[in-house]
């Protein structure tokens, strides 16, 4: 790249600029293609791995196929420092490639088409995984889709994909609409800064039915109202679901936005654990609080949240580790869960994230086997690594109240330690409020 242009005093040569441009374009053209022929090999290996745990699990039942699949996903995971799911997701779908689209991997190994190519592909082909679809006329879907994405954008592809799947399926759409209904969910991801999105899969129609409400109602906004069309959609979505009044309101009530976020924050009817520094309470610091142990909740919506509140319960903490200190009972009380949630936060599975409200409250050393229910001998795991440990060649210690020290299959430890709380926190219980005396004006 580094080359010298020169020039007759009127600017760079031309001619000269022209050539470095084709080197670099044959530079990117080239670093393109040898990423690709790397991630082609590595969905190989990744697939030449999920068949050997299918192997391992000699054909038995598809619990033990499955307890295989995951022993080996949380091993590469931990080493990779990624998401055990994430890598078993990661495997089926290399699989799914490697034995169902082989045309399609040597198009992308070949770098013919892009990853955005095979995505469409296999989007639209899924359906095709039905019993009444021939291998023949998979593939021949498969060759037909390749030589269009050859000549093509993704975004093109995906379209004629999808009318193309369906020709050639013999169940009716309504019936293939009615299971996919059943797939419907709401999913949170959290962000930064405090932030969350909220999505949903539902029906089509219903989807597109609710984006057109919002858009209408944004469009009649008030000429006043400073807010974005984007932020009045944001704020109608949130009065709509919290209050569920029948339409979004219009105008801004006077006061502005701080009273709006407050009136909205006393809707909600929390059952999760919110950690609040006791200086913030007392607006003596504006250190965040915490939901769940992970997500930060700004000094603001915190004291907001504290003053709703139904129930407090004061939390003690090691000053040096910041930890909750560990209490021993022979049983486990609704107190010793409460201190387990703060010291837990989430799942103890290196790595995973999983809420801990969520999980199942483990025994290290197994209540049969001699284990007492005290809090140095429980620990959160989530119901995927709870089945993993028991089912699995992966075990677990806690030789420190709080550590645990995990070794796979192979003989590799991995030890999780419980993350730091900060410094004396209470816990907010249940914010309690009737939504309809709410007031959110939009």
Not at 13 to 34: E, F
Not at 72 to 90: W, Y
Not at 333 to 338: D, L, V
Request: glycine fraction near 8%; proline fraction near 6%; aromatic fraction near 4%.
């Amino acid at each position: 790249m580094a080359q010298e242009i020169t020039g007759t005093g009127q600017g760079p040569d031309a001619a000269a600029l022209d050539a470095i441009q084709a080197n670099a374009l044959s530079q990117l053209a080239a670093i393109d293609a040898g990423m690709q022929a790397l991630e082609a090999h590595r969905l190989r290996v990744l697939a030449a791995l999920g068949h050997l745990a299918l192997h391992r699990a000699g054909g038995s039942s598809s619990e033990r196929s499955t307890m295989e699949m995951r022993a080996v996903a949380a091993e590469i995971g931990l080493q990779a420092r990624v998401s055990d799911r994430t890598v078993e997701r990661q495997i089926g779908d290399a699989m799914m490639l490697v034995d169902t689209w082989p045309v399609l991997l040597e198009a992308f190994a070949e770098g013919r088409i892009g990853r955005g190519h095979v995505r469409a592909i296999t989007e639209a082909g899924g359906v095709l995984s039905n019993t009444d679809v021939t291998p023949e006329q998979r593939a021949a879907f498969e060759q037909q889709m390749v030589a269009l994405a050859e000549t093509t954008t993704p975004a093109r592809v995906s379209k004629v994909a999808r009318r193309e799947a369906d020709t050639h399926l013999a169940e009716p759409l309504v019936e293939r609409h009615q299971a996919a209904r059943e797939q419907r969910r709401v999913t949170v991801e959290d962000v930064d800064d405090g932030m969350s999105w909220i999505g949903a899969l539902v029906p089509a129609v219903l989807a597109h039915g609710i984006d057109d409400r919002l858009r209408a109602g944004a469009r009649a906004k008030s000429k006043d109202d400073p807010r974005s069309i984007e932020q009045w959609r944001a704020d109608a979505f949130c009065e709509l679901l919290l209050t569920g009044t029948g339409a979004p309101s219009i105008e801004r009530t006077p006061g502005g936005a701080e009273i709006e976020h407050a009136g909205r924050l006393s809707t909600i009817k929390p059952i999760v654990q919110v950690t609040v520094p006791v200086t913030t309470l007392t607006g003596a610091s504006e250190e965040p609080g915490s939901l769940d142990g992970a997500q930060p909740v700004d000094a603001e919506t915190a004291r907001i949240l504290a003053g709703v509140a139904a129930t407090w319960q004061r939390l003690l903490i090691d000053p040096i580790r910041g930890t909750v200190v560990e209490v021993d009972t022979y049983s486990p009380t609704e107190a010793q869960r409460r201190l387990l949630r703060a010291r837990d936060q989430h799942c103890r599975f290196p790595g995973c994230s999983a809420k801990a409200r969520d999980d199942d409250v483990d025994h290290t050393v197994a209540w049969e086997d001699g284990g007492t229910t005290r809090l140095g001998n429980l620990a959160h795991l989530c119901r995927r690594h709870h089945t993993l440990k028991h089912a699995t060649a992966w075990t677990v210690r806690q030789p420190t109240p709080g550590v645990l020290h995990w070794r796979s299959p192979l003989g590799h430890d991995y030890v999780d330690r419980p993350p730091p709380t900060g410094p004396t926190f209470v816990e907010v219980g249940e914010a309690i409020a009737d939504p309809s005396d709410a007031s959110l004006p939009f």
